[in-house]
């Protein structure tokens, strides 16, 4: 089943252009399944249509779905999420009854996961592989939350990771001869129960598998939805670095809202001229193809507005093909190296840090990180050269 993820900056055209690629891919005969994760639905108000939170088949091929979040945030979470609390509770007492020692790694990744915000979505999108399973349809088109949401969610799978290897193993070794001496001292209450553990392996489990389909660039690819505005440019080319950082291929940009031509003279034409500044941007800053549709007289609503839009934006192209076909993030042997390459376009040199962690690599670009895990045949090996060259990090491991 093919996945396409639909994200941007608020109000760009998300939602828009995620349906207009549904009915485009219906036109082209694909049974297509659409799935709203973002919080703050509105697939409904674009359809024009009233929709419940089971999904409705809204016109031939086209089942759409707003999932609510109460329904897929399941018990699981809430468990973990007493313990962690417990857990953060505890190490601060032991902190201060043993003086100042600052707040161990362990404490900031139990307070991140406490505090992540994409993790509702993410928990949402275990819906892809339910629409799979059902195999039922051929497209499962995304309208995700705003990028920050979305972006801070790949980083989740990184910070729990994180969690199971460095504080969850270890407490799982050890429990079995810790329990009976906490017993002992009234601390069992810190260690997690057997209902923590299953928990958390379930979402562990979970989390790994959405991540397996996000990161699978055979076929999902996501979308970036931009308008020709500075603030809106600007952000979508730091979301389309970091969407390649975590290893999410992005295959085209849906450049919304272009004013037409009827613009060029009167009250709106110094807009038209910035569009057109921006449209020269938008072709330099993405290496993917660009669909443009113009901003309509009116709100494009309903199946029917939709059709039409999605044959005025893909033409005779299936927009449930793959528009580019590229992997972020790759291996190169040469005689020389063994090179790890990650495309970031419009990164400069200044703003990435690469640091070696035994077997991860960890990639700093800006605010954002990625925890590699390396393969097999380049672990333990040392760095010989880190280089962006045209867009691309370049980690270069000797021989
Ligand atoms: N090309 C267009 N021409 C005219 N109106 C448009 C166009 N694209 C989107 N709109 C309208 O702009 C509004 C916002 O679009 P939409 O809801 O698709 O954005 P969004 O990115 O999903 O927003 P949010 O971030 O709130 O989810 C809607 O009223 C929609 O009908
Ligand atoms: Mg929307």
């Avoid at 931009?226 to 950082?245: C, G, H, Q």
Wanted: charged share 25%; aromatic share 8%.
């Amino acid at each position: 089943m093919r996945v396409l993820l639909h994200t941007g900056k608020g109000g760009v055209g998300k939602t828009t252009m995620a349906l207009t690629t549904a009915f485009g891919a219906a036109l082209h005969g694909h049974r297509v399944f659409v799935l709203s994760t973002d919080a703050a639905h509105s697939l409904g108000d674009a359809l024009g249509m009233q929709l419940g939170s089971g999904p409705k088949e809204v016109a031939p091929g086209v089942t759409v779905q707003e999932l609510s979040v109460l329904d897929e945030l399941d018990d699981a979470w809430s468990v973990i999420q007493q313990w962690l609390d417990a857990f953060l509770r505890g190490e601060r007492a032991s902190r201060s009854a043993s003086g100042d020692a600052p707040e161990g790694e362990e404490e900031m990744v139990a307070e991140e996961l406490l505090a992540f915000p994409g993790l509702e979505e993410l928990i949402s999108l275990r819906a892809i592989r339910r629409v799979e399973q059902t195999g039922d349809y051929d497209v499962c088109v995304v309208d995700c939350a705003p990028t920050g949401a979305t972006l801070r969610l790949l980083r989740f799978p990184d910070v729990l990771h994180f969690f199971m290897e460095n504080v969850f193993e270890w407490k799982r070794r050890t429990m079995r001869m810790v329990r009976p001496f906490a017993k002992a001292v009234h601390a069992d209450r810190f260690l997690p129960s057997d209902e923590v553990f299953a928990a958390i392996e379930r979402l562990y489990q979970d989390i790994a598998d959405v991540r397996q389909i996000l990161l699978d660039a055979d076929r999902t690819s996501a979308r970036l939805v931009v308008n020709p505005a500075r603030v809106v440019v600007d952000e979508t080319r730091r979301s389309f670095a970091y969407l390649s950082l975590y290893g999410v291929a992005t295959d085209a940009v849906l450049v919304n809202r272009v004013l037409p031509d009827a613009a060029s003279s009167g009250y709106f034409s110094r807009w038209a001229e910035r569009q057109r500044e921006e449209l020269g941007e938008i072709e330099r800053s993405f290496p993917v193809p660009r669909y443009v549709m113009p901003l309509k007289q009116g709100e494009p609503i309903g199946p029917d507005a939709l059709t039409a839009l999605s044959r005025e934006l893909f033409g005779d192209a299936d927009p449930a093909g793959f528009f580019s076909r590229s992997r972020p993030i790759r291996l190169r042997k040469d005689a020389a190296a063994t090179v790890l390459e990650i495309d970031l376009p419009n990164v400069r040199e200044d703003e990435v840090r690469v640091v070696s962690a035994g077997r991860d690599l960890v990639v700093h670009v800006r605010d954002a990180q990625r925890l590699i895990s390396l393969p097999d045949s380049i672990t333990g090996r040392p760095l010989e050269d880190v280089a962006l060259r045209d867009g691309v990090l370049e980690v270069s491991f000797a021989p």
